[in-house]
T-cell receptor, first 111, second 115 residues
Framework: RKEVEQDPGPFNVPEGATVAFNCTYS??????FFWYRQDCRKEPKLLMS???SGNEDGRFTAQLNRASQYISLLIRDSKLSDSATYLC???FGGGADGLTFGKGTHLIIQP | ETGVTQTPRHLVMGMTNKKSLKCEQH?????MYWYKQSAKKPLELMFV???????ENNSVPSRFSPECPNSSHLFLHLHTLQPEDSALYLC??????????????FGSGTQLSVL
């Protein structure tokens, strides 16, 4: 069974706040993890890979908890331009065709 | 500027029409994909091509017919579609399809409406 679950939101967050959301996955043998960002009526774009030790890219921090089978994304000092849908993506094995997408979490940053 | 271009951006067609979606990647990648994204649903993988050979067909109805004439171009031929086929169709490419760390690069998609 290959499932990726996300809270669809929307998360309404004031500008400058910190926001975090999680994603759970079904298979403990999952091999790689990603967050993609999708703006309204646009294509998904890779935001960041998620590494076992956790990783940070500017205001964005991604963490992986293999024991509990979830990954998280934390956004600090949120900007209006962070408003988007964030897609959790898990590779359950194999190549790029093994990628399974979550439905996405919709984030709205309010002025 | 995306390395993957898709045309048309929008398409409205009747159930008896025949149309084609076109995708071109300028990234030198070896693998190309068609995905379907319906409202409130996750992206669904439809077809995978690796070095111009179809390697996966996820039980997609035969009214969708892919074609990959070379590693840079991918088409999706549509005929006798149903209204439930209305969705955003996304083309993507990756360096190859075998690495578990492979990252996808998407085109801007074709928003398809079937009347």
């Amino acid at each position: 069974r290959k499932e990726v679950e996300q809270d669809p939101g929307p998360f309404n967050v004031p500008e400058g706040a910190t926001v975090a959301f999680n994603c759970t996955y079904s298979n403990s043998a999952s091999q790689s993890f990603f967050w993609y960002r999708q703006d309204c009526r646009k294509e998904p774009k890779l935001l960041m890979s998620v590494y076992s030790s956790g990783n940070e890219d500017g205001r964005f921090t991604a963490q992986l908890n293999r024991a509990s089978q979830y990954i998280s994304l934390l956004i600090r000092d949120s900007k209006l331009s962070d408003s988007a849908t964030y897609l959790c993506v898990v590779n359950f094995g194999g190549g790029a065709d093994g990628l399974t997408f979550g439905k996405g979490t919709h984030l709205i940053i309010q002025p | 500027e995306t390395g993957v271009t898709q045309t048309p951006r929008h398409l409205v067609m009747g159930m008896t029409n025949k149309k084609s979606l076109k995708c071109e990647q300028h990234l030198g990648h070896n693998a190309m994909y068609w995905y379907k994204q319906s409202a409130k649903k996750p992206l669904e993988l439809m077809f995978v091509y690796s070095l111009e050979e179809r390697v996966e067909n996820n039980s997609v109805p035969s009214r969708f017919s892919p074609e990959c004439p070379n590693s840079s171009h991918l088409f999706l031929h549509l005929h006798t579609l149903q209204p439930e086929d209305s969705a955003l169709y996304l083309c993507a490419s990756s360096q190859d399809r075998k690495s578990t760390n492979e990252k996808l690069f998407f085109g801007s998609g074709t928003q398809l409406s079937v009347l």
